[in-house]
């Protein structure tokens, strides 16, 4: 079965801050999606990695897959407030196509 | 991205009632959709696999008699909790795959069962 780890599941920082989240798995997967979730509302896809290494960068958002592609991670310059949310991490490789999640990293900005 | 709509957002039903959830995708075809559940802080949680033209694909532990689905055409997907009991309460949400490896999230339907 495969898993993915994500990490921390609590940040709350003040405005201005870094942060990372990571996501991790000893499975190989084809692909990872990270996505952000606001309250009473459906996941909204913010970037896709797909090779191993790839570095992909979202205005203050730094995505990066790794080599192996069994991780990956966010990182957040200079976090905002309207940067609070619920942040999965999700692999592509389900049995029946479907997505497997990490338990979410809830993030809370404070002004 | 691909747009997905689900309908109704939020819905209150007593115990013993049925209710159905559709899920659209509104401007590509999706001959397969997901289904999830969402318990409050939690991640999302895999109930089954909808396929259009045969029978939905479900999660074990997950009572296919009690959460059916329909597949109806290549746009539409519907959800109905049969016999809703309080413990089904929960954030309904249903996906559809779109170019290639990514996955497109309906806003999601409230479900409250009094």
């Known amino acids: 079965t495969q898993l993915l780890e994500q990490s921390p599941q609590f940040l709350s920082i003040q405005e201005g801050e870094n942060l990372t989240v990571y996501c991790n798995s000893s499975?190989?997967?084809?692909?990872l999606q990270w996505y952000r979730q606001e309250p009473g509302e459906g996941p909204v896809l913010l970037v896709t990695v797909v090779t191993g290494g790839e570095v992909k960068k979202l205005k203050r958002l730094t995505f990066q897959f790794g080599d192996a592609r069994k991780d990956s991670s966010l990182h957040i310059t200079a976090a905002q407030p309207g940067d609070t949310g619920l942040y999965l991490c999700a692999g592509h490789g389900g049995s029946q196509g479907n997505l497997i999640f990490g338990k979410g990293t809830k993030l809370s900005v404070k002004p | 991205g691909a747009v997905v709509s689900q309908h109704p957002s939020r819905v209150i039903c007593k115990s013993g009632t049925s209710v159905k959830i559709e899920c659209r995708s509104l401007?590509?075809?999706?001959?397969?959709m997901f289904w999830y559940r969402q318990f409050p802080k939690q991640s999302l949680m895999l109930m089954a696999t909808?396929?259009?033209?045969?029978?939905?694909?479900?999660e074990q532990g997950v009572e296919k008699d009690k959460f059916l689905i329909n597949h109806a055409s290549l746009t539409l997907s519907t959800l109905t909790v049969t016999s809703a009991h309080p413990e089904d309460s929960s954030f309904y949400i249903c996906?559809?795959?779109?170019?290639?490896?990514?996955?497109?999230f309906g806003p999601g339907t409230r479900l409250t069962v009094t």
């Open positions: 401007d590509f075809q999706a001959t397969t």
């Open positions: 499975s190989v997967f084809s692909s």
């Open positions: 909808s396929n259009e033209g045969s029978k939905a694909t479900y």
């Open positions: 996906s559809a795959p779109w170019g290639g490896h990514e996955q497109y």
